[in-house]
């Protein structure tokens, strides 16, 4: 998952011309970390499932600790800019604002440790609770900052870039998440002590890297003039249309990703263990990771002939370093490369060819191309929901080849023509991240009355109404 907040449009940068590359390259690594640490929420699903004894509802309450954070934090966020007319985080400064936000996380984090000496679930979602509060407002800090490092023109570019670094994080998450828990830290069997190992590792580079942000030298980029105070943001029928259709895109996103594992368990779609299973998350994220890539080719300004050979090769090349990097395992002390039969893997090359011709289809259009990437979604699910078997289990799997550009273009979709309300309207999409607190323990239920399969008609319903947003829900009234 990928969050944006938008700088107030008089923003802009007092050293227009000079060389942002070193800043940039530190601020793509904190795109990398939280997604790294987002898609960690679905290995400890897993984990806690056994070493707490979990429901499905029970597990559901990591996803809602962790995105109600995100509600939480933004709504205060945008009531105090609402009532102020000031940004807080265009007052003490982009740098400061985002080493801040490193070291809460670190702290999160770090708290995993000593929750699992006291053994206890409420005490792990307290401190998710903490390192998710750090990671909103990173979040608030570094998409505008990104956008600020160099030519406006080439503003969305950057972001585009730095979101492929995100769905790396996202991709190698789970792979050196199930390592450390199952094997690095244990010795196959996930404990509370080897979760607080692994995430007291995590800790420490989050508080490394906000010592790094605050010494390094980067641009400050502060702003003090007001925004615009009061309600009036939510005049605009797109942008409410818009927050809903987040809502159900993160939630949709968050709801597979949540329960990929337990569906791939099955006996009649794989029968894996729960750590093989694990290893396919990369397969699920990296496909965000190929489309966001594709996407940045897609919008850039080459020729046709040109996009359509890079999208290609980048479409190969990912996948083919999630391939790989998902062969890599720990036996016995040894690591080995174990990589899958490639026949097994034939019917996601397929839906990979599927998502390359769904680009072409959607003209570099917004509204078209979030419509085409929704029927193809549905029309995956129905499979998920009704099949069984290798197209069944790769199906789920390729739905996140097609979300991978839901979030930025329901997001600009949204905010167009807002204004001087662009901040504010900014603040109430990040609000509606909320959906991947609420969708998953909706699943849960259906799951833990034994439906696995059915509890995805929850995602399905989700995605109906982002085709609607698509279609209709985008165009902004006069």
Same mark, same amino acid.
């Given at each position: @998952?990928?969050?944006?907040?938008?700088?107030?449009?008089? #923003?802009?940068?007092?050293?227009?011309?000079?060389?942002?590359?070193?800043?940039?390259?530190?601020?793509?690594?904190?795109?990398?970390?939280?997604?790294?640490?987002?898609?960690?929420?679905?290995? $400890?699903?897993?984990?806690?499932?056994?070493?707490?004894?979990?429901?499905?509802?029970?597990?559901?309450?990591?996803?809602?600790?962790?995105?109600?954070?995100?509600?939480? *934090?933004?709504?205060?966020?945008?009531?105090?800019?609402?009532?102020?007319?000031?940004?807080?985080?265009?007052?003490?400064?982009?740098? %400061?604002? @985002?080493? *801040?936000?490193?070291?809460?996380?670190?702290?999160?984090?770090?708290?995993?440790?000593?929750?699992?000496? #006291?053994?206890?679930?409420?005490?792990?979602?307290?401190?998710?609770?903490?390192?998710?509060?750090?990671?909103?407002?990173?979040?608030?800090?570094? %998409?505008?900052?990104?956008?600020? =490092?160099?030519?406006?023109?080439?503003?969305?570019?950057?972001?585009?870039?730095?979101?492929?670094?995100?769905?790396?994080?996202?991709?190698?998450? !789970?792979?050196?998440?199930? &390592?450390?828990?199952?094997?690095?830290?244990? %010795?196959?069997?996930? #404990?509370?002590?080897?979760?607080?190992?692994?995430?007291?590792?995590?800790?420490?580079?989050?508080?490394?890297?906000? +010592?790094?942000?605050?010494?390094?030298?980067?641009? $400050?980029?502060?702003?003090?003039?007001?925004?615009?105070?009061?309600?009036?943001?939510?005049?605009?029928?797109? $942008?409410?249309?818009?927050?809903?259709? *987040?809502?159900?895109?993160?939630?949709?996103?968050?709801?597979?990703?949540?329960?990929?594992?337990?569906? &791939? @368990?099955?006996?009649?779609?794989?029968?894996?263990?729960?750590?093989?299973?694990?290893?396919?998350?990369?397969?699920?994220?990296?496909?965000?990771? *190929?489309?966001?890539?594709?996407? #940045?080719?897609? $919008?850039?300004?080459?020729?046709?002939?040109?996009?359509?050979? @890079?999208?290609?090769?980048?479409?190969?090349?990912?996948?083919?370093?999630?391939?790989?990097?998902?062969?890599?395992?720990?036996?016995?002390?040894?690591?080995? /490369?174990?990589?899958?039969?490639?026949?097994?893997?034939?019917?996601?090359?397929?839906?990979?060819?599927?998502?390359?011709?769904?680009? =072409?289809?959607?003209?570099?259009?917004?509204?078209?191309?979030?419509?085409?990437?929704?029927?193809?979604?549905?029309?995956?699910?129905?499979?998920?929901?009704?099949?069984?078997?290798? /197209?069944?289990?790769?199906?789920?799997?390729?739905?996140? =080849?097609?979300?991978?550009?839901?979030?930025?273009?329901?997001?600009?979709?949204?905010?167009?023509?807002?204004?001087?309300?662009?901040?504010?309207?900014?603040? +109430?999409?990040?609000?509606?991240?909320?959906?991947?607190?609420? +969708? !998953?323990?909706?699943?849960?239920?259906?799951?833990?009355?034994?439906?696995?399969? /059915?509890?995805?008609?929850?995602?399905?319903?989700?995605?109906?109404?982002?085709?609607?947003?698509?279609?209709?829900?985008?165009?902004?009234?006069?």
């Amino acid at each position: @998952m990928q969050t944006t907040h938008t700088p107030a449009p008089n #923003t802009r940068s007092s050293a227009t011309g000079k060389d942002y590359r070193q800043p940039f390259l530190v601020i793509t690594f904190l795109f990398f970390m939280w997604g790294f640490i987002t898609v960690m929420n679905d290995v $400890l699903i897993n984990s806690f499932e056994k070493i707490f004894k979990l429901s499905a509802l029970q597990q559901s309450l990591i996803q809602l600790c962790f995105f109600g954070a995100f509600f939480i *934090i933004s709504l205060l966020y945008f009531l105090i800019s609402a009532r102020s007319g000031k940004d807080p985080v265009n007052q003490i400064g982009y740098k %400061n604002g @985002m080493a *801040i936000s490193l070291a809460i996380s670190g702290v999160g984090c770090m708290s995993f440790y000593p929750a699992a000496q #006291t053994a206890s679930y409420g005490v792990f979602l307290l401190a998710l609770f903490v390192l998710a509060t750090g990671v909103t407002l990173l979040q608030i800090c570094a %998409n505008p900052y990104a956008a600020l =490092l160099g030519a406006p023109e080439t503003a969305s570019s950057r972001l585009n870039l730095a979101q492929g670094l995100n769905s790396l994080g996202t991709t190698v998450g !789970p792979l050196i998440g199930v &390592l450390l828990i199952f094997r690095v830290f244990s %010795n196959g069997v996930a #404990t509370s002590v080897s979760v607080g190992k692994t995430y007291l590792l995590y800790g420490v580079i989050f508080l490394v890297l906000a +010592l790094v942000v605050r010494f390094t030298s980067l641009p $400050l980029f502060q702003n003090n003039e007001k925004i615009e105070k009061g309600w009036g943001v939510l005049k605009f029928k797109h $942008l409410r249309l818009g927050a809903l259709a *987040i809502f159900f895109y993160v939630g949709a996103e968050v709801s597979v990703g949540s329960w990929l594992v337990k569906f &791939l @368990m099955l006996d009649h779609i794989s029968g894996l263990s729960r750590e093989s299973a694990n290893y396919f998350l990369a397969y699920y994220w990296g496909g965000l990771m *190929i489309g966001r890539l594709m996407g #940045t080719v897609s $919008l850039g300004k080459a020729k046709a002939s040109t996009k359509y050979i @890079m999208m290609a090769l980048i479409s190969l090349g990912v996948f083919a370093f999630i391939y790989l990097i998902t062969g890599i395992k720990k036996d016995e002390g040894n690591i080995t /490369l174990q990589l899958l039969a490639f026949d097994n893997v034939g019917v996601f090359l397929l839906f990979l060819s599927l998502n390359y011709f769904a680009f =072409l289809w959607g003209k570099s259009s917004p509204s078209r191309s979030l419509s085409i990437f929704s029927v193809i979604i549905i029309a995956l699910l129905l499979i998920v929901i009704l099949g069984t078997g290798k /197209l069944a289990f790769w199906a789920v799997i390729s739905i996140g =080849l097609f979300n991978s550009i839901m979030w930025s273009n329901i997001f600009t979709m949204a905010i167009k023509d807002l204004g001087k309300y662009t901040s504010q309207g900014s603040s +109430l999409l990040v609000m509606a991240i909320v959906g991947g607190a609420i +969708l !998953p323990p909706l699943q849960s239920i259906i799951i833990d009355q034994g439906f696995i399969q /059915l509890s995805f008609l929850v995602p399905l319903v989700s995605y109906f109404y982002i085709l609607y947003y698509g279609a209709v829900g985008y165009k902004p009234k006069a």
